[in-house]
């Protein structure tokens, strides 16, 4: 492999492992707040236990999430010198305003949170998670503006073979960010909630603090219920733009090979990629239309006409993203969706009618599905870069011209080497501490500040 693959493979690897903590981090830090103003509000203990249980889960979670999100900081200068060189007077200024503004404010008011159960007044105290919660998902908003230029570049020029700003607020008012954004966000929602079911099922299962986990698991269905179905709302509006902005990804992401009005979709298609044909398809007829532009009719452009397009508009090459990738990892996002979907409306009908402790199969299953919303964020981030090669930034720069010309295959998988088994270590880490303090359950009067340490 050489220096091009090898820096892909480490950026792959390294933002993999970072989305791994994010979502639950988003989400997490907003039950933890609604679940501590419920404290505040009603000043029952039980509802300062929760904030502490799953706030202690969100600190190790959050740690880590910390420790392989710098690294990636690192990999433009060192692996992507030319993409920085190109774009980095534009992708440099959210990446910057999120770690001065967001990632301080999350941070300052993080410390006041742990350490001040006894020195704050209670409403105060709610204050700093709230604003944990708020500098969380900004960060995660700076984050999106500076990917978003990479999928729709807008507020530039190109002068001397770079793109330069020319319009800051061209970048904030980018249409990718507003759908790419809510999506995330509440992909954070989902996992938490998923997160907080699973945990709780398993404590139900063994009748360990029944009223604590009992009351968890009614938070986590809302908060599920309401998380799972805005993002396959906003995922419908996010995949109607796409459409418009990159129709090769959305053509590869349906192994739509030809140009259909109207367009069918694909449930399960097992295709030749280098013929660009299907070997075998089921398909649904006008449901692509209608997934596009909410009509029965509407032409959705196939790859190879997309491709002849580019071609004429940026010369030859080859302008379609791996296509099987593309299309499974879309899948498994949507299939895994569904299921979350499902899952948290079944809950919320046993907690209606107060059966969810005696529901044994459904707990059961609770657990397993802990895992879900993990696949379907880490398929889903996938879809959506894989999906916009050959590009790095949408129709201005290829990613075979970012790589630095200095770094070679050696010292790239030296470092591929050596971020995967540290990477691994963290992760192993993560998950002990995580199911160390998730089934021991809570305990009275806990102080937050040894895990803090």
């Known amino acids: 492999m050489d220096a091009l693959i090898l820096a892909r493979l480490q950026f792959a690897i390294t933002t993999v492992y970072h989305f791994f903590f994010v979502p639950l981090t ?13 404290y505040v509000r009603s000043g029952k203990e039980l509802y300062k236990q929760l904030a502490q249980f799953w706030g202690k889960l969100f600190l190790i979670n959050f740690a880590l999430g910390v420790v392989t999100g710098i690294v990636q900081e690192f990999q433009f200068g060192m692996n992507w010198s030319e993409y920085s060189r190109f774009v980095g007077d534009i992708f440099g200024a959210p990446l910057a305003i999120e770690a001065l503004l967001a990632f301080f404010l999350e941070s300052t008011f993080l410390g006041l949170w742990i350490f001040g159960w006894d020195k704050l007044s209670k409403g105060a105290h709610a204050a700093a998670m709230w604003a944990v919660a708020i500098g ?87 908060y599920g219920v309401i998380g799972s179905v805005l993002v396959a709302l906003v995922g419908h509006t996010q995949a109607q733009h796409m459409v418009r902005i990159q129709p090769m990804k959305m053509a590869a992401a349906e192994a739509l090979w030809e140009s259909q009005n109207p367009a069918s979709l694909s449930l399960f298609t097992f295709g030749n990629e280098p013929e660009r044909r299907d070997v075998f398809a089921i398909r649904i007829p006008n449901a692509l239309s209608i997934l596009a532009y909410n009509s029965l009719t509407g032409e959705v452009k196939g790859i190879n006409n997309i491709e002849a397009e580019y ?7 080859n302008y379609a993203p791996p296509i099987a990738l593309t299309y499974w990892s879309f899948r498994l996002m949507v299939g895994s969706g569904l299921l979350m979907i499902a899952l948290a409306l079944i809950g919320l009908y046993l907690a209606v009618k107060n059966r969810l402790e005696g529901a044994a199969r459904y707990l059961k299953v609770l657990p397993l599905a802990l895992f879900l919303p993990y696949i379907a964020n880490t398929s889903g981030w996938l879809m959506t870069e894989l999906g916009r090669q050959p590009w790095i ?27 995967t088994l540290v990477y691994g270590a963290l992760m192993a880490a993560d998950i002990y501490l995580l199911n160390k303090y998730a089934t021991g359950g809570p305990v009275a009067e806990e102080s937050l500040v040894p895990v803090a340490a």
């Open 26 to 38: 988003l989400g997490l830090s907003i039950l933890v707040a609604i679940v501590e103003s419920a």
């Open 136 to 222: 969380s998902n900004l960060s995660a908003l700076w984050i999106l503006i500076a990917n978003s230029f990479m999928q729709e570049p807008v507020g530039y020029v190109l002068r001397n073979g770079r793109a330069e700003m020319t319009d800051f607020f061209a970048l904030l008012a980018n249409p990718h960010v507003w759908v790419q954004y809510p999506h995330v966000l509440f992909s954070g929602v989902t996992t938490a909630a998923f997160f907080v079911l699973g945990i709780s099922a398993w404590h139900l299962l063994r009748k360990s603090n029944l009223d604590f986990f009992k009351r968890s698991a009614q938070i986590a269905i809302v």
């Open 311 to 317: 071609q004429a508009k940026y010369g030859p090459g």
């Open 393 to 419: 930034v949408f129709g201005l720069m290829k990613t075979d011209l970012a790589v630095s010309p200095t770094v070679t295959a050696g010292m790239v998988l030296a470092s591929v080497v050596l971020f």
